[in-house]
């Protein structure tokens, strides 16, 4: 057995250990190779939606928008989340990864049910979308594409649980595991349970599709299904906000205000944030009124109440460092000054902002019984989780990239100018396009359905206008945030290829534990009333009024909907 080697990056001062460094790249390159797929697949979802242009036929439409879902949503980001589970665990926590053999074998059953995936798709027969509801079915294969997928995940997070059973074994670290790798955990518990419910519906239902079984209960498997295909965005939410404390130190230095209370949210996380799926099913009359009010309301304000304490605590960790650097002039200087032209940091703060005030808001609007039949199964839906899924996750993930390409791939980033502008142009394209999205939906546009207009139906409903103009904006917005992945994806790849080659840096065969490190203290010599980080409490007042005043135009627009005679 060849001895383990560590090296020792000059530019980070991070270790990376031989094999955990080769299962991250080629972890992270699949993922922006599924990324590329989705991104191609968009155009045809965005430019057949735009309804001046309705490029698609039905067919093909249906079965570009079921790859591009699951591409996207699946294959992607948890290609991508592997590869942060080993960051965070081998890399973070300066140890040998545990089984590297193991998770190469987890990385070919991942590759070979997205592939397997992607082929029966376009083979036609399998367009279900997303959400592959019974009876309507797809190809045996379709299900057994994601049911070998989800096996390799599920081996992924083992060894990530594994690699963290090494490092306490050898004693690489002093006392708790990092707040960046107490995330990681997070994502990786909710990980486990997300997988193994998709198992759960996802098996007898390969078994329908073969002749097996002869049904699948249909309620059942919406209950079920939405068990893993939400709570895969609540994977996302605990990895995104790990790498928002990771770009918050790597950018500022900046450490938790306290880091028990960040801990503590992310305990609320595993605990309560699962529960959201039920607002997928506030709709659906086979689930009682009680267990969906449970559920979408006391239950998951206990995970809005940890997005909210995370929303405070990154900026204001930020702010305190800032402060400490001088820029203490008025309520926002430490924010003016921040390296707007670094696209690891503006990536993570677009990310942030958008998530909050466009994914929060109207997700937990979303989870009210009463206003979700305003918008369930309009165009509002994919509005939010666009607001989620790409600008928190897939932009968080983007900004972290541009820290990994000299770091991990040991590569200078080419065309460092586009790299600059790439958030900018990805993330308010999106903003706007999820902000048109869901003024199409209020205004009732189906979330599906290939044609708004209804050409040619017997009982054509009359849109008004202003629901055409809202969806030929969410045509032009995609195609911009589309240019905007373009980017990220040549500079990204390009730089693999092209890029000028870095000094990798110390290579050991001994890892160098991690050094104690003295208590937080925050100043107190600055600050407002008390308040050490007074910007980013302005910040969160202003949140606060939005999300007020947003509630009361829906409760608004709803008690119109019915008259009372």
Request: with cysteine; aromatic share 14%.
């Amino acid at each position: 057995m060849s001895a383990t080697t560590y090296r020792t990056c000059p530019r980070s001062g991070l270790q990376f250990e031989a094999s955990a460094e080769k299962l991250m790249i080629i972890n992270a390159v699949t993922a922006v190779v599924a990324l590329l797929v989705g991104g191609i697949l968009a155009i045809g979802v965005v430019l057949t939606r735009w309804p001046a242009v309705h490029w698609l036929d039905a067919d093909t439409f249906y079965m570009v928008l079921t790859a591009h879902g699951i591409d996207m949503l699946i294959f992607w980001i948890i290609f991508f989340e592997v590869a942060v589970l080993y960051f965070c665990s081998s890399t973070l926590l300066r140890c040998r990864l545990a089984t590297p053999k193991l998770a190469w074998a987890a990385y070919v059953l991942m590759l070979v049910g997205a592939v397997m995936n992607n082929v029966a798709v376009f083979q036609g027969g399998s367009s279900v979308m997303m959400t592959s509801y019974v009876p309507m079915m797809a190809s045996s294969w379709f299900y057994l594409g994601l049911i070998l997928f989800a096996v390799g995940a599920l081996i992924a997070c083992f060894i990530f649980f594994g690699t963290l059973v090494i490092a306490k074994r050898d004693k690489t670290y002093q006392g708790s595991v990092p707040l960046v790798t107490f995330g990681a955990i997070t994502a990786a518990i909710i990980a486990v349970f997300t997988i193994t419910s998709g198992a759960i519906i996802l098996i007898p239902t390969w078994l329908m599709s073969l002749g097996v079984v002869q049904s699948v209960d249909a309620l059942v498997y919406r209950t079920i299904w939405w068990a893993f295909g939400h709570s895969s965005q609540q994977i996302n939410v605990a990895a995104h906000i790990s790498i928002w404390y990771a770009v918050a130190a790597i950018a500022f230095g900046a450490k938790p205000m306290s880091e028990r209370v960040s801990r503590m949210a992310f305990l609320l996380y595993i605990l309560f944030l699962q529960l959201a799926s039920a607002h997928h099913l506030l709709a659906d009359p086979g689930v009682s009124t009680a267990w969906k009010v449970v559920n979408t309301s006391y239950f998951m304000y206990f995970a809005v109440l940890a997005s909210m304490i995370h929303g405070l605590t990154i900026p204001g960790a930020i702010e305190v460092a800032q402060r400490a650097k001088g820029y203490n002039n008025g309520l926002f200087e430490w924010l003016r000054k921040a390296p707007w032209g670094n696209p690891v940091f503006s990536g993570m703060f677009i990310a942030l902002i958008g998530f909050g005030f466009l994914g929060g808001i109207s997700g937990v609007m979303m989870g009210t019984e009463q206003l979700n039949m305003i918008i369930h199964n309009t165009i509002y839906v994919p509005g939010h989780f666009h607001a989620t899924v790409v600008v928190g996750t897939t932009l968080s993930f983007m900004a972290l990239t541009y820290f990994l390409i000299p770091v991990l791939f040991r590569r200078e980033m080419i065309a460092p100018t586009l790299a600059k502008w790439q958030p900018y142009l990805f993330g308010f394209s999106m903003y706007f396009f999820c902000l048109v999205m869901m003024g199409a939906g209020t205004l009732g546009v189906s979330r599906r359905h290939w044609d708004m207009a209804f050409s040619g139906a017997a009982m054509a409903y009359e849109w008004p206008g202003a629901a055409y103009l809202m969806m030929g904006l969410v045509g032009m917005s995609g195609v911009a945030a589309i240019a905007g992945g373009a980017i990220y994806i040549y500079v990204t790849v390009g730089s693999l290829l092209w890029g000028k080659k870095l000094d990798q840096g110390a290579v050991s065969e001994k890892f160098t534990p991690i050094p104690p490190t003295a208590p937080t203290v925050v100043a107190q010599s600055y600050g407002s009333a008390g308040f050490t980080a007074p910007g980013t409490f302005a910040l969160a007042m202003v949140f606060l009024v939005a999300f007020v005043l947003y509630y009361f135009v829906n409760w608004k627009y709803l008690s119109t909907l019915w008259g009372l005679a």
